[in-house]
């Protein structure tokens, strides 16, 4: 247990449906970041909050949308997406942002898009 | 573009085996290396975290060393075991362009009991 907690673990979601990923961190943390891991492809980096502000976006297409209400939880609200969307969603957190800090993450949430 | 490279993508050891696994990346401007340990369909685990001004670190019967010029680090085993049987992730943390933590693809590890 790494004091993420990712949910849902799995989800099948169509082209057409709203959803949400949730992430909360139990650690004390100050950022937090969402990871989209592909198979056979480096883990790409989404989004980055620090402080509850959005710091970071890496290009990323706007049909994902994050969320971070508080230090401790961040979400990924999820429209219309595509089958190449389909992917394993991680969350992670750190003391600081962009600090030499380990990161600790999530047990991630397996999408797939149909 | 920072670019990290894990050889080979794959690598079966008998247990009780010492192994090294490697991580290379292309610009050696990096303020720190870690890695990290991942089990399938699961999160990653951070194993070790190197600063750019430290050689090695070591943990339990991992270590792992640095070497910035060069643009190498190795993760190195011993003794293996089952459980040690994961895919091992190398990244590294720079603060240029919009890639601030660059991963590698990893080295998926078996270990034959």
């Known amino acids: 247990e790494t004091g993420v907690t990712q949910t849902p673990r799995h989800l099948v979601m169509g082209m057409t449906n709203k959803k949400s990923l949730k992430c909360e961190q139990h650690l004390g943390h100050n950022a937090m970041y969402w990871y989209k891991q592909s198979a056979k492809k480096p883990l790409e980096l989404m989004f980055v909050y620090s402080l509850e502000e959005r710091v970071e976006n890496n290009s990323v297409p706007s049909r994902f949308s994050p969320e971070c209400p508080n230090s401790s939880h961040l979400f990924l609200h999820l429209h219309t997406l595509q089958p190449e969307d389909s992917a394993l969603y991680l969350c992670?957190?750190?003391?600081?942002?962009?600090?030499?800090?380990?990161?600790?993450f999530g047990s991630g949430t397996q999408l797939s898009v149909l | 573009k920072q670019e990290v490279t894990q050889i080979p993508a794959a690598l079966s050891v008998p247990e009780g085996e010492n192994l090294v696994l490697n991580c290379s990346f292309t610009d050696s401007a990096i303020y720190n290396l870690q890695w990290f340990r991942q089990d399938p369909g699961k999160g990653l685990t951070s194993l070790l975290l190197i600063q750019s001004s430290q050689r090695e670190q070591t943990s339990g019967r991992l270590n792992a060393s640095l070497d910035k010029s060069s643009g190498r680090s190795t993760l190195y085993i011993a003794a293996s075991q089952p459980g040690d049987s994961a895919t091992y992730l190398c990244?590294?943390?720079?603060?240029?362009?919009?890639?601030?933590?660059?991963f590698g693809t990893g080295t998926r590890l078996t270990i034959i009991p």
């Open positions: 992670a957190s750190s003391r600081g942002g962009f600090s030499n800090e380990k990161l600790f």
């Open positions: 990244a590294v943390f720079a603060n240029f362009g919009n890639e601030k933590l660059t």
